[in-house]
T-cell receptor
Framework: NAGVTQTPKFQVLKTGQSMTLQCAQDMNHEYMSWYRQDPGMGLRLIHYSVGAGITDQGEVPNGYNVSRSTTEDFPLRLLSAAPSQTSVYFC??????????????FGPGTRLTVL | GENVEQHPSTLSVQEGDSAVIKCTYSDSASNYFPWYKQELGKRPQLIIDIRSNVGEKKDQRIAVTLNKTAKHFSLHITETQPEDSAVYFCAALWGDNAGNMLTFGGGTRLMVKP
């Protein structure tokens, strides 16, 4: 199993540009989520999904859109990039069966710089 | 939603000493508390977790304790080694049957000096 994969690993955007960060998992996990990690800070939840066709907002959703058309994929779209969105983005997935105690797996991250 | 606070933000210890990181949470309904280790430039990885029906859990040199009444839990690392140097995050699981998500603390940068 590849686990959770993310592309690209690095990206530089200009202010106002849009782009999509890709995330995929091959573990058949129902739950997927996106976090951002700013320098010296913790992980803040952007959006999450509890299954195909279901998404919800996390702590910092403004400026981002998500969709979940399949169990495997959970792309994150930046609508109009701003310097404040410079961060490392982590995608994660988890299997909620068994009492919701299962381990959450993270992807390798995408380092995004907005100029 | 849940709010998780983590202290200290940085911790420096000598190799062989113990390290303790503490977290508090706000939602008394939270029932699962994992700890993640993140090495520089890498993804966070689970190192230990505890459920609300357990007060303590150990795995070799690491242990986690939970006080549900006070709503706080702690990570204990004994006999620290240089490879323990990393950022550690605590988290708490919140939400209802419609979906459970993890809220993370702000992280603790642990430095183990040889």
């Amino acid at each position: 199993n590849a686990g959770v994969t993310q592309t690209p690993k690095f990206q530089v955007l200009k202010t106002g540009q849009s782009m999509t960060l890709q995330c995929a998992q091959d573990m058949n996990h129902e739950y997927m989520s996106w976090y951002r990690q700013d320098p010296g800070m913790g992980l803040r939840l952007i959006h999450y999904s509890v299954g195909a066709g279901i998404t919800d907002q996390g702590e910092v959703p403004n400026g981002y859109n998500v969709s979940r058309s399949t169990t495997e994929d959970f792309p994150l779209r930046l609508l109009s990039a701003a310097p404040s969105q410079t961060s490392v983005y982590f995608c994660a997935s988890r299997d909620p069966s068994g009492g919701s105690y299962n381990e959450q797996f993270f992807g390798p991250g995408t380092r995004l710089t907005v100029l | 939603g849940e709010n998780v606070e983590q202290h200290p933000s940085t911790l420096s210890v000598q190799e062989g000493d113990s390290a303790v990181i503490k977290c508090t949470y706000s939602d008394s309904a939270s029932n699962y508390f994992p700890w993640y280790k993140q090495e520089l430039g890498k993804r966070p990885q689970l190192i230990i977790d505890i459920r609300s029906n357990v007060g303590e859990k150990k795995d070799q040199r690491i242990a986690v304790t939970l006080n549900k009444t006070a709503k706080h839990f702690s990570l204990h690392i004994t006999e620290t080694q240089p490879e323990d140097s990393a950022v550690y995050f605590c988290a708490a699981l919140w939400g209802d049957n419609a979906g459970n998500m993890l809220t993370f603390g702000g992280g603790t940068r642990l430095m183990v000096k040889p």
